[in-house]
């Protein structure tokens, strides 16, 4: 067993939540971890059983326990997975973690696969002999950093996690756990599904306007599907497509008749007119949003990106694909809002089949939509929308029971909604507080909640949130078109201490004034001061990225040593550490990077943090370099990387996505 997925085991074992049963000396060993084969269940004992087909992971799964549906919860803050009664409509048991769990799944011997993306690793749970009785941890292995999402191929044989920070997509044999293949992604990728052949993966990601897919063969190819739109405006010819992200859920549905929305079913288009109906055939759903950031070598109007007057810079679309083909479906181009408080954070997403329809639970707005699936953007055809609790992250659905389950992290707090009354758009939910344990004090936690609020007249006029920009309170991936000239999103997420002054152009010595500066230029009307005081303890102290994790085996002493040799440079060969202090510090003081500035402005940027520098591409304030290589490869104003060789560069490219 590898040390941190050892320490896991250990500490949980330490905590008396560890089974006496131990794993058979002859066990498969996996490169990464130790696996149980099998359930220690005596056979006659009740077990529990996925509630439905879906073997995709999200914050909520469903289990049945004989004759009781059973809620696991993913608590992020709490470190904990939450059993709850989903027909008492109450907690029956906490379980406690050595982490915090992004994502959950059930497997098909009903222990339960927990991702825990601050420590790196996947934890196996065995449920008890009753439903009262809290998890045992079986097993842990380890993954690359920051895993999230989860899903099991149609044979329940692959488990499939999505590494955020490290960009990949990891195979692991559901019973041994022995790692299978890892694959490469485009940066920070979210949900991730099978298709029902079987054959690839779809994968979503939170920047980038894409979906990944994955070939589950023996080559393992990867492949992009763009999700761009086209956009059209009454008042100008211009065709560029709009970029997008938010990408942070994925959900698949078999479409089939009756015709798709305002014709026989009684919806209604938000903008009127009826699609055309889909074939039969299997859809790959991907709530997200559609960004406009302008034209960044053209001044804009207004603070970062269109006049909001005309088309909106964010608005929300759920891509549609045809599994078979690996084709987007969309036709939509954006002309205006097309919806009062827009979903702009989807959070996550579940299918109920029998109304061919999604939910999707919205942060931001806080609330659950019911979408119908038979569009070309079902983001267009909204049937209802319940309102959540603060910070929704997750969503189950059971059909058979016509129930909703929705997780608010924010709050704490199960949300239990009958969806049997069509006719009801607002109908009374249940909602279970759970046993809370929030690692934030109450001002942090009050942060969080402004800092992912959506259709906020405190914070812009036209409605997006710091999130929106930030998601999870990192970057975009966009260079915006400003007032200024172009400007590149920068990351916040374990940023914000110590590195001002702030605003790429350095003016605002201290954090307050710089995001005073930003709600003033994005139309908001301000905050309050315990609000804004709020919002700053959170900025504090949003976390950033896991850190790296080199692969096992030999590769790991070889690419050890070339960040050392990437340290060396960085420190010593090109004095870089002169302006990036101690690797991830600043100098606090602005310089001339060759960019064009407005007439009696300073040519002057301020010295960036580079810490978790390899997710926050494109690069400078102006995003000039789409790659760190690019960067290292052309630039010859900052230092002179250019000219070192190519196992320099590479090198010196290494230690950089270490910081």
């Known amino acids: 067993m590898t040390s941190r997925a050892g320490w896991i085991l250990a500490a949980a074992c330490a905590a008396g939540a560890c089974a006496a049963e131990r794993p058979a000396p002859d066990l498969p060993v996996g490169r990464l971890g130790v696996a149980t084969a099998t359930r220690t269940s005596p056979a006659r004992a009740t077990v529990p059983q996925r509630a439905s087909l879906d073997r995709q992971g999200g914050s909520v799964a469903l289990a049945r326990f004989g004759d009781r549906t059973l809620a696991y919860v993913a608590d992020a803050d709490s470190h904990a997975v939450h059993t709850i009664d989903v027909g008492l409509a109450r907690q029956v048991v906490s379980t406690k973690l050595q982490g915090s769990p992004s994502q959950l799944l059930v497997l098909s011997d009903g222990r339960v696969a927990v991702a825990l993306s601050d420590v790196g690793a996947v934890a196996i749970l065995e449920p008890g002999r009753s439903p009262e009785d809290a998890l045992q941890l079986r097993t842990a292995v380890e993954t690359s950093a920051e895993p999230v999402g989860l899903a099991l191929t149609p044979d329940d044989a692959t488990l499939l996690v999505t590494s955020a920070s490290d960009a990949e997509l990891l195979a692991f044999d559901a019973l041994s756990l022995e790692q299978r293949f890892a694959v490469s992604l485009p940066r920070d990728p979210r949900a991730v599904l099978v298709d029902r052949s079987g054959q690839r993966a779809f994968v979503s990601h939170a920047v980038g306007a894409t979906i990944s897919v994955v070939d589950l063969s023996q080559q393992h190819g990867v492949r992009s599907i763009p999700m761009t739109l086209g956009k059209a405006s009454t008042k100008t010819r211009d065709q560029r497509l709009r970029g997008g992200g938010q990408g942070y859920a994925l959900a698949s549905a078999v479409i089939s008749g009756p015709p798709g929305p305002g014709t026989t079913d009684g919806s209604k ?17 991907a709530p997200m949003v559609t960004v406009d950031p302008g034209e960044p070598e053209v001044p804009s109007q207004a603070y970062y990106g269109p006049n909001p007057e005309t088309v ?13 083909s690996e084709r987007s479906l969309a036709k939509t181009k954006i002309a205006a809002a097309h919806a009062q408080r827009p979903c702009l954070l989807p959070r996550a997403a579940a299918m109920r089949s029998s109304t061919q329809t999604m939910f999707v639970a919205c942060a931001g707005i806080d609330a659950l939509l019911e979408l119908d699936t038979r569009s070309s953007d079902p983001s267009r055809f909204e049937r209802r929308r319940f309102g959540v609790p603060p910070g929704p992250t997750g969503v189950a659905i059971d059909d058979a029971s016509a129930l909703a389950v929705v997780w608010s992290q924010f709050e704490g707090v199960a949300t239990i909604i ?10 009374v939910a249940t909602a ?6 929030p690692k934030h004090t109450v001002e942090t936690r009050m942060g969080r909640e402004i800092f992912f609020k959506t259709a906020d007249a405190r ?30 999103t920068p990351m916040l997420a374990g940023r914000m201490r110590e590195t001002g002054p702030y605003g790429w152009k350095g003016k605002h010595g201290d954090l307050d004034s710089y995001v005073k500066n930003t709600i003033s230029r994005l139309g908001g009307g301000g905050l309050d001061r315990a609000s804004g005081a709020a919002l700053l303890s959170y900025l504090e102290r949003v976390p950033g990225p896991g850190a790296s994790r080199p692969h096992a085996g030999s590769a790991l002493a070889e690419r050890s040593a070339r960040r050392e040799r990437g340290r060396e440079i960085f420190f010593h060969k090109q004095r870089c550490a002169s302006c990036h202090v101690g690797g991830t510090g600043t100098d606090k003081a602005s310089h001339d990077v060759a960019s064009r500035v407005l007439a009696g402005d300073s040519p002057g940027f301020d010295t960036p943090s580079l810490q978790f520098v390899r997710g926050t591409a494109p690069y400078f304030h102006d995003g000039r370099y789409p790659t760190l290589d690019e960067l290292l490869t052309k630039d010859q104003k900052m230092g002179h990387a250019a000219l070192l060789s190519r196992d320099d560069r590479e090198a010196l490219a290494a230690y950089l996505e270490s910081l």
């Open 312 to 324: 909106p810079r964010a608005a929300p679309m759920v891509g549609v694909v045809d599994a078979a």
């Open 432 to 437: 279970v507080d759970v046993s809370y344990e």
């Open 269 to 285: 288009s938000t903008t009127g007119g009826a699609p055309a109906p889909l074939p039969t055939t299997e859809r790959i759903f």
């Open 418 to 427: 009958d969806l049997r009354d069509d006719r009801a758009p607002l109908r």
């Open 459 to 488: 914070i812009a006029i036209d409605g997006v949130g710091c999130a929106t920009c930030h998601p999870d309170g990192r970057d975009d991936g966009l260079t915006w078109a400003t007032p200024d000239g172009p400007r590149q």
